[in-house]
């Protein structure tokens, strides 16, 4: 390049080394620009170190060990708000872009790395409540259900009827139970529907399910209790005409008896012994009935 200049701008050339005092003075002023630059670097990384936390299996290890524990819906409101602190804090570290001297310090993948972290731990949290409280949606139906379906059974027998009121009877504190279950899961429900919880179809079909139960069932309960008091009265009506017929046989069985006390003819006495002895087991089939017809009643 210098030997096709023209001789005069040849003339004015200067030759310098590395060692020239103000090549040395420049590379100083470069390295002090470079090492600032450097630190700026530096700095603007250690900005987000308190949060790198957020990436080791510690975390996963931390928000499995919360799940596995009893934990009120404050308690998980409280542990999920903290990872959306820290995603906000994350977000104020810097800008996306911090543009220096001679360096532009791209933050966007780790702002990005670091709040998908935060987001995707309290999202298990949430899961985690929405799993449980999906389980004992289903479960309650499944109770809801049983109840609805031993109530419609008719009885063909009156050791049928008696279990029948006695489950409807025990019913009572069963549905009192769910009701409670269900007041608590309306809580479980509500911190879902705030934590912006998905529900796909068929899940949102259970939760429709699940809370009309109370509505469905009522309705079988007081047809089961109707039925129950019409065939109890029909059951001691027949019991009532049955012990009236077995009255009056008693009755006339006394009146026989009482008419052997004035048979005394010798010529008789086997054919009396005969007739005796028939009226003394039919006053012993008249007993073991009387002690069924107790038993019923």
Known sequence: AAASMPAAS???????TTED???VAA????QRVVEANMQLTETVMQAYAPHTGLLS???DDSVDEFNRERHTLQDVSAEIAKYGRASEEVAKRSLPEVRLNMVLVNCEAVRTRLCSRADELAGRLRSHIGQQ?????GEICGRYHEIYLRLGISPACDREVVELEQFLHASAGMLQQLNAELNEGRKALRFLVEHSFALDDDQRRL???TWAWPAKVKPKVEEC???LRAERDRVEDDLCERRSRFTEELDEYIVQAHAFEKLGAIERMEDNATALSSLAAKIQEAKDRGEKLNEEE
């Open 10 to 16: 040849r003339m004015h050339l200067t030759v310098a």
């Open 133 to 137: 409280f999906l389980a004992k949606a």
């Open 27 to 30: 590379k100083r002023r470069l």
């Open 57 to 59: 299996s510690e975390s």
């Open 225 to 227: 209790g109707r039925a």
């Open 207 to 209: 939760v429709g399910e």
């Open 21 to 23: 005092d103000f090549v």
